[in-house]
C-alpha cells in the first residue's frame, strides 16, 4: 500500500476535497481512516498529556505540542486535513469530521464535547440512497471561544473574537467580535473590545 502522503494526493482525496459526491468507500479512503484510527488509539490510551500531545503531532495537519493541548477522549476521521494555530485548547470528547479541510486560529478555545463537521449527505433522495457524501471547509478565527457541546456545521467560517455559546448549532458563517446562541445559532450582540490593563 502507498504512503500517506501518496494517499492524501490520491484522486479520491481530491475528490472528497473539491464538494462534488464522492464515495467515502474509496479504498484510498478507508485505508487513510484506518490509519488514523491506528493513531487515535495511541492519543487516547496515552498514559501522559505528554505523549498524547507527541501523538497527536502525528496525525493532525498542523499542531504545535508545545503550546496547545487537547484533552483526551479525541475523534477524527482524517487528522491530516485538522490544522490548528499556536495555544489551541480543546476539551474532552471533542469530534472533527475532516472530510474538508479544518483550520483553527491562534489561542481558540473550545469547551467539551464540542464537533465540527466537514461531511454532509444529499438533500436529494436517489443520490442518498447510494453512499455518496459531500464537504465543505470549516474556517474558525482567532481568539474564539466555542461553547461545550456545540456543533459547527460544513461550510461555515467563524470569525476573529467571536463566542459561539454552548449548545448552539451553527449553519451561517459568524461576523468577528460577535456571541452567537441558539438552534439555529444567531447573533445575539457584538462584544466590546477591551485592552488588559498593563501590569507592573
Same mark, same amino acid.
Given at each position: 500500500?502507498?504512503?500517506?502522503?501518496?494517499?492524501?494526493?490520491?484522486? *479520491? %482525496?481530491?475528490?472528497?476535497?473539491?464538494?462534488?459526491?464522492?464515495?467515502?468507500?474509496?479504498?484510498?479512503? %478507508?485505508? #487513510?481512516?484506518?490509519?488514523?484510527?491506528?493513531?487515535?488509539?495511541?492519543?487516547?490510551?496515552?498514559?501522559?498529556?505528554?505523549? *498524547?500531545?507527541?501523538?497527536?503531532?502525528? #496525525?493532525?495537519?498542523?499542531?504545535?505540542?508545545?503550546?496547545? !493541548?487537547?484533552?483526551?477522549?479525541?475523534?477524527?476521521? !482524517?487528522?491530516?486535513?485538522?490544522?490548528?494555530?499556536?495555544?489551541?485548547?480543546?476539551?474532552?470528547?471533542?469530534?472533527?469530521?475532516?472530510?474538508?479541510?479544518?483550520? /483553527?486560529?491562534?489561542?481558540?478555545?473550545?469547551?467539551?464535547?464540542?464537533?465540527? !463537521?466537514?461531511?454532509?449527505?444529499?438533500?436529494?433522495?436517489?443520490?442518498?440512497?447510494?453512499?455518496?457524501?459531500?464537504?465543505?471547509?470549516?474556517?474558525?478565527?482567532?481568539?474564539?471561544?466555542?461553547?461545550?457541546?456545540? /456543533?459547527?456545521?460544513?461550510?461555515?467560517?467563524?470569525?476573529?473574537?467571536? =463566542? %459561539?455559546?454552548?449548545?448552539?448549532? %451553527?449553519?451561517?458563517?459568524?461576523?468577528?467580535?460577535?456571541? =452567537?446562541?441558539?438552534?439555529?445559532?444567531?447573533?445575539?450582540?457584538?462584544?466590546?473590545?477591551? =485592552?488588559?490593563?498593563?501590569?507592573?
Amino acid at each position: 500500500m502507498a504512503d500517506e502522503t501518496e494517499l492524501f494526493e490520491s484522486d *479520491a %482525496v481530491r475528490r472528497m476535497k473539491s464538494g462534488e459526491v464522492y464515495d467515502p468507500y474509496a479504498k484510498e479512503l %478507508v485505508e #487513510l481512516r484506518l490509519r488514523a484510527r491506528a493513531k487515535l488509539a495511541e492519543v487516547n490510551r496515552a498514559e501522559s498529556g505528554a505523549d *498524547a500531545m507527541r501523538a497527536l503531532k502525528g #496525525l493532525l495537519g498542523e499542531f504545535d505540542a508545545e503550546s496547545s !493541548y487537547i484533552e483526551p477522549p479525541f475523534r477524527c476521521d !482524517y487528522g491530516r486535513l485538522i490544522k490548528l494555530g499556536r495555544a489551541v485548547y480543546m476539551n474532552f470528547d471533542c469530534v472533527l469530521l475532516d472530510c474538508n479541510e479544518i483550520s /483553527v486560529g491562534d489561542e481558540c478555545k473550545f469547551g467539551p464535547g464540542v464537533h465540527i !463537521y466537514t461531511v454532509n449527505h444529499p438533500l436529494e433522495p436517489e443520490l442518498r440512497r447510494g453512499r455518496g457524501e459531500l464537504t465543505k471547509p470549516v474556517r474558525i478565527g482567532r481568539n474564539v471561544w466555542i461553547g461545550g457541546r456545540a /456543533v459547527i456545521l460544513p461550510g461555515v467560517s467563524i470569525g476573529d473574537d467571536a =463566542v %459561539v455559546a454552548a449548545a448552539a448549532v %451553527v449553519s451561517r458563517d459568524v461576523p468577528s467580535g460577535c456571541l =452567537v446562541a441558539g438552534n439555529p445559532a444567531r447573533i445575539v450582540r457584538e462584544l466590546a473590545h477591551k =485592552v488588559p490593563a498593563h501590569r507592573d
